[in-house]
């Protein structure tokens, strides 16, 4: 019986990986190509404005959401400003085809960190019993009078 040398073993392993790694790369998967993933603009009014955009409201690709960035631009406080934001995503989501308990991840952008616990009161329930994970910053330069904007991955 041969021993086999244990470098060798590896040597050969890394090759054929690598060229199994590189065909892989080079060649989109049957899986993907059949998906025929496009990328869908989900317009306010249905359709695209005359002259283009700083952004789209709503991107869809495959069965992936995104949602833009929505904020509060009105005077209140933090409670009235994220349930604001919070009832508008949920509207988006819902004319998207999707919900909020299909919100994968949030990102919470606050003008101020002292307004993160009565925000978190607002928030809290708001997505169901499975939240979606979560980024909050306190971001200098909110756009507008907003005092939060929250934007959201979801699945349709």
Same mark, same amino acid.
């Given at each position: 019986?041969? $021993?086999?040398?244990?470098?060798? !073993? ?29 990328? $869908? ?13 700083? !952004? ?5 690709? =495959? /069965? ?11 005077? =209140? ?27 994968? $991840? ?13 925000? /978190? ?10 939240? &979606? ?9 909110? &756009? ?13």
């Amino acid at each position: 019986m041969k $021993k086999t040398n244990r470098r060798s !073993f590896l040597e050969k392993s890394i090759v054929a990986g690598g060229a199994a790694a590189a065909v892989t790369a080079a060649a989109p998967s049957a899986e993907a190509k059949s998906a025929g993933a496009k990328k $869908k603009v989900f317009w306010r009014d249905g359709q695209p404005p005359k002259e283009t955009p700083l !952004f789209s409201p709503a991107v869809g690709y =495959g /069965n992936l959401l995104f949602i833009s960035g929505i904020g509060a631009h009105f005077e =209140g406080d933090i409670t009235a400003h994220t349930k604001h934001v919070l009832d508008e995503i949920e509207k988006e989501l819902t004319r998207c085809g999707s919900s909020m308990e299909k919100v994968l $991840k949030a990102q919470v952008y606050l003008a101020d960190l002292k307004d993160y616990d009565a925000m /978190n009161a607002v928030f809290k329930g708001r997505f169901g019993s499975e939240p &979606p994970v979560r980024t909050t910053i306190a971001a200098a330069g909110v &756009p507008g009078k907003s005092l939060v904007e929250i934007d959201v991955i979801a699945y349709i």
